[in-house]
């Protein structure tokens, strides 16, 4: 039997011994957990069943075809970012103690990276974390946290040696969001919503046995993280016509009335490119080994961008009908706005940040440019510094 | 068949096919195929049919083909595109061979196939009118029956490769709607006049027809078939081939941003140039997307053929226009020179823009199937 025949058979038999309809969420992803579809490259054991990547979608396909909820929907930072950090850096006590909650949600997670002083150049974050015995003690305040203020647990980067050039001196570890030295405030946004948090870290503690790599060593681990965001959030959907495509050519279709041969031509070509798109994370998956290296910012670059451009299709179909929004009003997180159809306006607003969150198109680019086609680094003036001596502000 | 996923047959087939490309379209020599009167070399034509059996992969075994798909052709079509090569792959292996096999009409298949898979006959398709409008729905060319056959009369303008073609397959207006027809390339009454090209490695010709005999091909309820199946697969191949000219180009792009030193440094250090090879990237990988994608719908079914085919001539021709461009730009003023590479590829997106009917027409076809019907499968 194939690798593919295995993954197939697995799910089939998931779905068919615990029917998404009339499963309680939890217990249907327990059950795809326990059958190693979580994350089928895993080991077995740890939700995986040691399978090729590219194979996940093989899964997911019948999974979520029947009906089965998308994990990374419910737990994105857990599901995309926290669990193939685990698996690659984290004892395997700590991943079994881990992983399992993290993917059937009963624990969410969230990323403690980005700081006001260190968005693009994360490296030069400035948190500091000091080793207390078999504790270390962690003082700073993080930025742009999605989740926050549910998570259970944070994927954190700290300096723990700040005379070391920037990146030989990060720990990584993975933090208690219950612990008492954290403190999460929401952050407002340009859409009225506050999907985002601002964290303050003072003298939170962890334990050494959950640190992810050696001390030091950072920067390495959190290359893994950045990596899956990048693909989580370019990989798309391998469905024609969905994602944000989909909410054009919905409006194309429902209001016949708007439409113009010049919308039309506009949105032809927008389809083009997310298929394109799509296509690509297609024969990326298809194409992968162990895993999906720098050129998974190719989809997290272009996805961003053609979200941008779809979403101003839909404000310019809209007409004057875009000018409203009743999203400013404070309402329960992550429900669109009081007046049916404004989620139009609200997805609008919020794609300003997708070409910033995750990589910036700028820094992407900069990836594509230097890991993938070799060219050579720009010119540095933090280079071979102590972190210490290099100015911020 | 998985789709994107290549078998080690095919993997190989893709370095014989680059091997050749290689050794017999270098630079040096694409530039003299380029002064020469067809415009390409027979005998390299032949040795790739007969010798490496690249021209009939497509065929089917009975008629001298490999049997192989769509996904194998368009992997050689990307070597050719890589090489820019002048050769007559689109007009006689996509266009005419596809024809002929849709056209029911298996005398004339019998004959022709095994001879374009060999390398021994080149065969025109001519499917415009006197201004070269693809597919006309009035032919321009009238066929008329005699008592000594058919005979062709009319202009046709823009056929691929018209001038060279051993034999060329017309699309006539008939008393009883159009056909295709079999012309001599030799044939009393045929006048070739080849055009004067923007893409130097690709040839036009006007053909005028003065009572020409001709043979009629299949039924003529199948022409309009015909040359519609001949064209998406004529556009797979077009499209693969500006794959392998992207990539050429990006290649060549990169290459130079590393080496060339202004300010001291790599001008690819700069963000401004590095950023724009980073573009290119994504079009060459868009582009190869959509063009495999696109062979995958008609050898496997993966997608509506001509919805595959249409997307792919959309985002292809796109694509190459900008790397070309961008090329151009990278290189600075000596990409604008004759001397460098990067003009015959610029033209070349520029013309395969055009051919077929344009990347317009194709992507108004995509629209009128995407938008204004009911909805696709998937889409929402």
């Not at chain 2, 192989?68 to 368009?74: H, N, P, S, T, W």
């Not at chain 2, 050719?80 to 792959?89: D, E, K, Q, S, T």
């Amino acid at each position: 039997m194939t690798d593919r025949d295995r993954v197939v058979e697995t799910a089939r038999s998931v779905v068919a011994e615990h029917p998404p309809a009339t499963t309680p969420q939890r217990a249907f992803l327990g059950a795809c957990f326990d059958a190693g579809l979580a994350w089928v490259h895993f080991p077995e054991g740890f939700g995986g069943l040691g399978v090729a990547p590219g194979l996940q979608a093989v899964a997911d396909g019948i999974l979520q075809g029947a009906g089965g909820p998308n994990p990374f929907w419910l737990n994105p930072m857990g599901y995309g970012m926290a669990g193939p950090t685990v698996m690659a850096h984290a004892s395997r006590e700590l991943a079994a103690q881990l992983l399992r909650p993290d993917y059937v949600c009963d624990e969410i997670w969230c990323q403690l990276f980005s700081e006001p002083g260190a968005g693009s150049d994360l490296a030069g974050l400035a948190t500091r974390a000091v080793r207390d015995g078999d504790t270390w003690v962690v003082t700073g305040q993080k930025v742009w946290t999605s989740n926050a203020h549910k998570a259970r647990r944070a994927l954190l980067l700290a300096r723990t040696d700040p005379d070391q050039p920037k990146h030989r001196g990060l720990t990584y570890f993975v933090l208690d969001m219950t612990d008492p030295g954290v403190e999460v405030r929401p952050l407002r946004q340009m859409t009225g919503e506050a999907e985002f948090n601002e964290v303050y870290l003072r003298e939170a503690r962890i334990p050494d046995a959950h640190r992810l790599g050696e001390v030091g060593q950072g920067w390495h681990v959190a290359m893994t993280t950045l990596m899956n965001e990048r693909t989580a959030i370019g990989g798309g959907s391998s469905v024609r016509g969905s994602g944000s495509i989909g909410t054009a050519l919905r409006l194309w279709r429902e209001r016949p009335d708007l439409r113009t041969p010049a919308l039309r031509e506009r949105l032809v070509h927008l389809f083009a490119r997310a298929d394109a798109a799509r296509l690509t994370g297609d024969r990326q998956r298809a194409e992968a080994g162990e895993r999906i290296g720098p050129e998974g910012s190719i989809g997290k670059l272009v996805g961003a961008e053609l979200n941008q451009d779809v979403h101003e299709w839909c404000m310019d179909a809209l007409g004057v009908e875009a000018t409203l929004y009743s999203g400013y009003e404070p309402r329960p997180d992550g429900s669109p706005p009081p007046v049916e159809g404004e989620d139009r306006q609200r997805m609008f607003l919020r794609s300003r940040a997708n070409t910033i969150e995750g990589g910036t198109s700028e820094v992407l680019r900069t990836i594509l440019g230097e890991r993938l086609l070799g060219l050579p680094g720009d010119l540095r003036a933090d280079t071979g510094r102590p972190w210490s001596e290099v100015p911020r502000g | 068949m998985v789709e994107f996923e290549f078998t080690p047959e095919q993997r190989d087939l893709r370095a014989v096919a680059r091997e050749f490309c290689t050794e017999r379209f270098a630079g040096p020599e694409v530039r003299r195929l380029v002064e020469t009167p067809d415009g390409f070399d027979r005998e390299v034509w032949r040795r790739l049919g007969r010798d490496v059996g690249l021209l009939g992969l497509a065929l089917p075994e009975e008629l001298g083909g490999a049997g192989a798909g769509l996904v194998d052709l368009a992997l050689v079509a990307e070597e050719f595109g890589r090489a820019v090569a002048p050769a007559p792959l689109v007009g006689t292996v996509a266009l005419a061979a596809t024809a002929l096999r849709l056209a029911g009409d298996d005398g004339t298949a019998e004959e022709l196939l095994p001879a374009i898979a060999e390398g021994e006959a080149v065969v025109a398709l001519a499917a415009t009118d006197d201004r070269g409008a693809w597919a006309p729905a009035q032919p321009t060319v009238r066929a008329t029956r005699t008592d000594s056959g058919w005979r062709l009369t009319g202009e046709q303008a823009h056929v691929l490769d018209g001038a060279a073609a051993d034999a060329v397959l017309v699309l006539a207006t008939t008393e009883t709607g159009t056909g295709l027809f079999a012309v001599d390339g030799a044939a009393d009454g045929l006048t070739r006049e080849p055009l004067s090209v923007l893409d130097l490695t690709r040839r036009l010709a006007r053909l005028r027809y003065a009572d020409v005999p001709a043979r009629a091909v299949g039924e003529p309820g199948q022409a309009a078939t015909a040359v519609a199946g001949a064209r998406d697969v004529a556009a797979v191949v077009l499209a693969a081939e500006a794959v392998g000219g992207a990539q050429r180009l990006l290649d060549m792009s990169v290459e130079y941003a590393r080496t060339r030193l202004q300010f001291g440094r790599a001008i690819g250090s700069f963000q401004a140039v590095k950023h724009r090879c980073a573009d290119m990237l994504v079009d060459v990988e868009h582009a190869r997307s959509v063009a495999y994608h696109a062979a995958w719908a008609q050898d496997a079914g993966t997608d509506d053929p001509r919805v595959a085919a249409d997307l792919a001539t959309t985002v292809t021709a796109e694509a190459y226009l900008r790397v070309a461009k961008n090329t151009v730009q990278v290189h600075g003023g000596i990409g604008f020179t004759w001397e460098h590479p990067t003009h015959l590829y610029y033209k070349r997106a520029v013309g395969d823009a055009a051919l077929l009917g344009g990347r317009a027409a194709a992507a108004e076809r995509l629209a009128a199937a995407v938008l204004d019907g009911p909805a696709l499968g998937g889409v929402a």
